[in-house]
């Protein structure tokens, strides 16, 4: 193992002026505490702890998400510390040594991540890798007795979910779900607003995620079928678990759905369209892409409509209401809040905001969505 460069000292983001970004006057008063919860998690975010005792991180997979955002957020939290990595790149590690200190006996394989058991400077292993991998990584996580926090898509099917579920259960470790929009301050105001059927009963919903480019290069993870590539798994993940807190509820079937994939071994899918009916009848639209711009989650009721438009980018999202109102102002960064509420819920032994059965309630919907599309039939979605 590289010998660690000299290390470097991180100063924090001032507590005092974040607090005052996420606690700033907005027309619909709906403060940190009065959490966006959705039936799967009634669960407001945790008081402060009563101790000054802060949350050990070890991420697990190195990639574009981890370096560019959850380690320079993990420098903003207020209850973390980055204290170890996981790799299967061993060249990757002087830089991540270097810039964030990370100390050499905190530094682990994929073959030697087992040792982590015995690592009392580690708490929690963030796994960030492709989805394909999430449920093998994510067993083995909780196995060491660590917390686990776990990128969404939680896994490729509702039965490997079950698996990170029953070995978390086992380890009794806390096992959270990286939705960072259910975290995120002004979100939590329009899932309050369904809460508070502030306009009436639900009509219709719509949501839609997609970025334009060029489709993912089949050389690429994100653009193999089996590894979870593809617009639905990658943007979709959005707009099914946005559709959930949106209405707070649970569809019941997938009415019809749609998918343009690649034409090659494996391919991926470039843009997906479903429609989606909840067990009161009403019926929700979702829409993903990778080849299309697109971003909103839109709430009819029978007295107005409010939406969140853009939905889910990490510079900040913005909402709106028929009268007028505004969801805002956007908040400083989303993981660091996200990390800090799961971090609270450890230090606190509460329970998480985006439980594992919330996960596997999505992926549910998200293979529902395949089989509407391959078959061109109704399917209900078992939970």
């Known amino acids: 193992m590289p ?43 945790s008081p402060p702890p009563q101790n000054d005792r802060k949350i050990g991180v070890a991420i697990l997979g190195l990639g574009g998400y981890a370096k560019g955002q ?56 963030y796994v960030i890798t492709p989805t394909a991998t999430h449920r093998d990584f994510a067993v083995r996580a909780a196995a060491t007795g660590k917390h686990v926090w776990c990128e969404k898509p939680m896994a490729m099917t509702p039965e490997e979910c079950q698996d990170i579920i029953d070995a978390a259960s086992r380890a009794q470790v806390k096992l959270s779900i990286g939705y960072r929009m ?25 949501s839609y995620a997609g970025y334009a480019g060029n489709p993912p290069p089949a050389d690429y993870w994100r653009g193999q079928r089996d590894m979870g590539g593809g617009a639905l798994y990658d943007m979709g993940v959005y707009t099914v678990n946005g559709l959930r807190y949106g209405t707070q509820m649970s569809p019941a079937a997938v009415v019809e ?5 690649q034409e090659r071994a494996n391919g991926v899918d470039l843009t997906t369209t479903y429609t989606l009916r909840y067990p009161n009848g009403m019926l929700a639209e979702g829409k993903t892409s990778v080849v299309e711009d697109y971003n909103q989650l839109h709430i009819e009721a029978e007295n ?56 596997k309630a999505d992926i549910a919907v998200i293979r529902a969505i395949i089989e509407s599309a391959e078959t061109g039939k109704e399917v209900e979605i078992s939970n």
Not at 10 to 27: D, K, V, W
Not at 77 to 82: A, D, G, M, V
Not at 311 to 318: E, F
Request: charged fraction near 20%; include cysteine.
């Open 257 to 261: 759905a749609f998918q343009r994939r």
């Open 304 to 359: 107005g409509w409010y939406e969140m438009k853009p939905m889910q980018p990490y510079q900040g999202v913005k909402g709106s209401t028929s009268d007028g109102k505004t969801l805002g102002p956007p908040v400083p960064n989303q993981q660091s809040i996200q990390m800090d509420d799961d971090a609270l819920a450890i230090l606190n032994d509460t329970e998480v905001m985006a439980p594992g059965t919330m996960g």
């Open 182 to 206: 259910l975290h995120e301050p002004n979100t939590r105001k329009l899932i309050q607003l369904t809460k508070d059927k502030a306009y009436g009963e639900l009509r219709s919903a719509n």
């Open 70 to 125: 959850i380690a320079p957020a993990l420098q903003l939290t207020q209850h973390c510390e980055l204290r170890g990595i996981i790799t299967g790149s061993p060249d990757k590690i002087p830089e991540w040594q270097q810039q964030y200190g990370i100390r050499d006996e905190n530094v682990y394989s994929y073959d030697t991540m087992d040792g982590i058991a015995d690592n009392s400077a580690i708490d929690v292993i």
């Open 3 to 45: 010998e660690s460069s000299t290390r470097r000292r991180f100063l924090r983001q001032s507590t005092a002026a974040a607090t005052g970004l996420l606690f700033a006057p907005a027309l619909i008063g709906c403060g940190r505490n009065n959490a966006a919860s959705t039936e799967d998690s009634p669960v407001p975010a």
